[in-house]
């Protein structure tokens, strides 16, 4: 079995955070780029946040960059990434995978919601 099972989202007011988790199945992680990737109603899937394999260099998205940061743990064949000052705009599905994406390997995602 190969997949990603994402989690930690939720709904929450502009400004507040969430810390998405991301569970790898089936293999391991440490010679892989990854990337949190995200779906609002209507819109194409955009790539958010990337982190290299070997050096940790990470990457962003502008509307994100100062907001959210990507890590992962090999160890535990973990990826996250802590949203904060969340905007309404962030409103989306967020998927994890590698990157660039592999389609065979999309999960259901976890709903981030920002709303007064």
């Known amino acids: 079995q190969l997949q990603f099972v994402e989690s930690g989202g939720g709904s929450v007011q502009p400004g507040g955070s969430l810390r998405l988790s991301c569970a790898a199945s089936?293999?391991?992680?440490?010679?892989?780029?990854l990337g949190w990737f995200r779906q609002a109603p209507g819109k194409e899937r955009e790539g958010v946040s990337c982190i290299g394999s070997s050096d940790g260099s990470t990457y962003y998205e502008d509307s994100v960059k100062g907001r959210f940061t990507i890590s992962r743990d090999n160890a535990k064949n973990m990826v996250y990434q802590q949203t904060n000052s969340l905007k309404p705009e962030d409103t989306a599905v967020y998927y994890c995978n590698f990157y660039p994406p592999a389609p065979r390997y999309w999960g259901q995602g976890t709903q981030v919601t920002v709303s007064s």
């Open positions: 089936g293999f391991t992680l440490d010679f892989y780029a």
